[in-house]
């Protein structure tokens, strides 16, 4: 099963930027799909965006224009960068690959 490790959370102004990251150890074979979520208290879990090993990717149409998600398949490594934040982004922030969960990374949004 594979193990995922995000980071990159933190507390930010509106309008500032973060960058997540998460990678994947433990699995010998090419992980296809990888996504992030989020979690906002009170809220179900969502989908922010999706990446797969080719290059296809898929945003939550809520943060298409200020999210852009990425990855490096040599690093087994995907980010996130959120640009233009806003109050509404804050919220726990999960990477899931290969059926597998990360442990989540906090992101506040406020002034």
């Known amino acids: 099963q594979v193990r995922l490790v995000e980071s990159g959370g933190g507390w930010v102004q509106p309008g500032g930027s973060l960058r997540l990251s998460c990678t994947a150890s433990g699995s010998s074979d090419r992980i296809n799909v990888m996504a992030w979520y989020r979690q906002a208290p009170g809220k179900l879990r969502e989908t922010v965006a999706t990446?797969?090993?080719?290059?296809?990717?898929n945003y939550a149409e809520s943060v298409k224009g200020r999210f852009t998600v990425s990855r490096d398949n040599a690093k087994n490594t995907m980010y996130l960068q959120m640009n233009s934040l806003k109050p509404d982004d804050t919220a726990v922030y999960y990477c899931w690959a290969d059926d597998s969960w990360g442990q989540g990374t906090q992101v506040t949004v406020s002034s």
């Open positions: 990446v797969t090993i080719t290059g296809n990717i």
